[in-house]
């Protein structure tokens, strides 16, 4: 097994190449194994159908350090035989197969990329959120000059300097992307824009519950609609195309003033309904109205975290010590495994994975909710991602693949 050390060696191949001064950078191939955004797909599901990664243990198949830190809450993307991760002063472009690093560009890039397609290049569109608002970075990297990067920055959409710039680990809600447009929050906003993925110009602009609100999360896109919920306990559904809003709501969860367990975590749409973790429980409300189908209650102290869906169940932490796996249609509790901390599942294959920022990757039978392996190997792992058989995660110091033990 290679090193961290051996592997760093030779650091900075691009994936560019250069003809009479002119750089070429072809659109990125892709195959059923992408993972092109944060929880997969505009849904949010945290779930592709056709992914596998390793079950009944693992072992490491390759490891890169990057030379910035990884840490933070952003995961990893995986486009074609490009990995791409987000770091406190870079975005970094790595073989799918080796580690080996393809391209490194400085900028203070605070959420995980989303892949867009941009008709106006010939390589992809990587939309990531920063402080200053969301930004257009293209997917072959540009190409450095002198010491300074060149083309890697194709636009730059609303936003400004919060003054809240610190070294501090990413943590802005990542955008998603379809059909050519960007879908994003304004950072510390309560606002979500469509932005056109090849000009950086924006379509539509919405607030989302209070203008006093603390903010909005990752919104979740389907059929046509894009859904967000805020801080605040608000929901709203817009028109992806026209930036109408179809309905908001703002869901009493339980009974009396404690207005505090309304505080909505990032969305996932389904064909049931769209599903809304909370501080309490989960909420499935109609795509239609926003009406309440079904509250599930686990009764724990979720302050964070998203709800995976995968072949007709949810699956959500609780932040007290506990993984539901919750019947999509009828609400009703499947199993409950031991996961104490807040995270954003992520399904393949029949396994739920979960990362955790303080040293624990874990792996649950998604029928049963027995554990089928814990790995230990680093003191941080961001939300991990699932490949053709290979599990990626960002583990504090650079990227790690794992994959099944031999």
């Known amino acids: 097994m290679l090193s961290r050390r051996h592997l760093l060696a030779g650091a900075g191949v691009s994936l560019v190449g250069t003809l009479g001064g002119r750089v070429l950078a072809d659109r990125s191939s892709s195959s059923p194994f992408d993972w092109p955004m944060t929880r997969y797909d505009p849904a949010g599901t945290g779930y592709n159908p056709d992914a596998s990664g390793p079950k009944d243990g693992v072992e490491v198949a390759w490891l890169r350090d990057t030379e910035s830190p990884m840490h933070g809450l952003t995961a990893p993307i995986l486009v074609g035989e490009t990995l791409y991760g987000v770091g406190r002063q870079d975005l970094v472009a790595f073989d799918r197969d080796t580690g080996e690093i393809r391209f490194t560009r400085e900028g203070q890039y605070w959420s995980s990329p989303a892949r867009a397609d941009a008709t106006a290049y010939r390589s992809d569109t990587l939309a990531v959120s920063s402080y200053e608002g969301v930004y257009g970075l293209s997917a072959g990297g540009g190409y450095e000059l002198l010491g300074r990067s060149v083309g890697t920055e194709r636009w730059h959409a609303p936003g400004e300097d919060t003054g809240n710039w ?12 379809a059909d050519g447009t960007v879908y994003a929050t304004v950072p510390d906003t309560d606002r979500v824009v469509a932005i056109d993925a090849s000009s950086g110009r924006v379509r539509w602009e919405r607030t989302v519950g209070s203008a006093l609100s603390s903010g909005v999360h990752r919104p979740a896109v389907r059929d046509g609609t894009v859904y967000a919920s805020a801080y605040s306990g608000d929901v709203a559904a817009i028109d992806a195309e026209t930036g109408e809003r179809r309905w908001s709501v703002a869901p009493e969860l339980v009974e009396g003033d404690h207005r505090r367990y309304r505080e909505f975590h990032p969305p996932t749409a389904t064909a049931e309904g769209l599903v809304v973790p909370h501080r309490i429980g989960v909420s499935l409300l109609e795509p239609t109205d926003g009406s309440v189908r079904w509250e599930y209650t686990h ?62 990757l874990a792996a649950i039978d998604a029928e049963t909710g027995e554990r089928r392996f814990t790995y230990e190997g680093s003191i941080y792992f961001s939300q991990p991602i699932v490949g053709d058989g290979v599990l990626y995660v960002l583990d504090g110091e650079g990227l790690l693949a794992l994959e099944e033990a031999s």
Do not use: K
């Not at 610190?166 to 992307?177: F, K, L, N, Q, Y």
């Open 166 to 177: 610190s070294g501090s680990p990413a943590r802005e809600p990542s955008p998603v992307a």
């Open 299 to 360: 009764g724990g102290n979720a302050t964070d975290g998203s709800a995976a869906v995968a072949d007709g169940t949810v699956f959500v932490t609780d932040g007290d010590g506990s993984l539901h796996a919750i019947d999509l249609e009828s609400g009703d509790r499947a199993w409950t495994a031991d996961y104490g901390p807040d995270t954003d599942p992520v399904v393949a294959d029949g396994v739920v994975y979960l990362g955790y920022q303080y040293g624990e």
